[in-house]
């Protein structure tokens, strides 16, 4: 089964609007999270690093203003894209890492964003 | 710093053909090295890592991957294609073997034809 939920797989929103998309680890606790974007037929890119309890780093060129990640607990991680523009019409994707030892990482099955 | 370069952008093959998907990396650090694999409107899923303990690294799906320090490649192979390997197919390296922070290759789209 999934272990991780992405939720919505698929979102229409009005330009100018806000957007939320949660990513939840289902099986173990995660310390950190991170978030990839992905256009069209490009590669994923990621967009910052989300660690529990503590701000978000983000990649160079994104952001932070715009694009909020709270990390409230050990199993949510969210990603709000504020006052949407068509251009960040975009694929984004989840990424939870889990704790020591193993630290695996497993992606949660994305989250379609238009913005019309 | 790191990057990852996946030679062609699209793949096509036949049934029962080989697969092949080029992955070349450049990196500073010893890299570790992965493919996924991802289905439309779907998230990505582990296929194998190379994380240094063998150069042939098996995955799942019968794919296998070989790391070449030499070439700087890590090239995905299938001997015999299925319909179901129809997917996006994306080369990434990290720092450490975790997975967590990637670099990801442009992908490969592989088609299968009956």
């Known amino acids: 089964g999934a272990v991780v939920s992405q939720h919505p797989s698929w979102v229409i929103c009005k330009s100018g609007t806000s957007v939320k998309i949660e990513c939840r680890s289902l099986?173990?606790?995660?310390?950190?999270m991170f978030w990839y974007r992905q256009f069209p037929k490009q590669s994923l890119m990621l967009m910052a690093t989300?660690?529990?309890?503590?701000?978000?780093?983000?990649e160079q060129g994104v952001e932070k203003d715009k694009f909020l990640i709270n990390h409230a607990s050990l199993t949510l991680s969210t990603l709000t894209v504020t006052s949407a523009h068509p251009e960040d019409s975009s694929f984004y994707i989840c990424?939870?890492?889990?704790?020591?030892?193993?630290?695996?990482?497993?992606f949660g099955q994305g989250t379609r964003l238009t913005v019309v | 710093a790191q990057s990852v370069t996946q030679l062609g952008s699209h793949v096509s093959v036949s049934e029962g053909a080989l697969v092949l998907l080029r992955c070349n990396y450049s990196?500073?650090?010893?890299?570790?090295l992965f493919w996924y694999v991802q289905y439309p409107n779907q998230g990505l899923q582990l296929l194998l890592k190379?994380?240094?303990?063998?150069?042939l690294v098996k995955g799942i799906n019968g794919f296998e991957a070989e790391f070449k320090k030499s070439e700087t490649s890590f090239h995905l192979t299938k001997p015999s294609a299925h319909m179901s390997d129809a997917a996006e197919y994306f080369c990434?390296?990290?720092?450490?073997?975790?997975?967590?922070?990637?670099?990801f290759g442009q992908g490969t789209e592989l088609s299968v034809k009956p």
């Open positions: 190379y994380t240094s303990a063998a150069t």
């Open positions: 990434a390296v990290s720092k450490n073997n975790q997975g967590g922070k990637l670099i």
């Open positions: 990196s500073s650090v010893p890299p570790y």
């Open positions: 099986d173990f606790q995660a310390t950190t």
């Open positions: 990424s939870v890492r889990e704790r020591q030892p193993t630290t695996r990482a497993f």
């Open positions: 989300s660690n529990e309890g503590s701000k978000a780093t983000y």
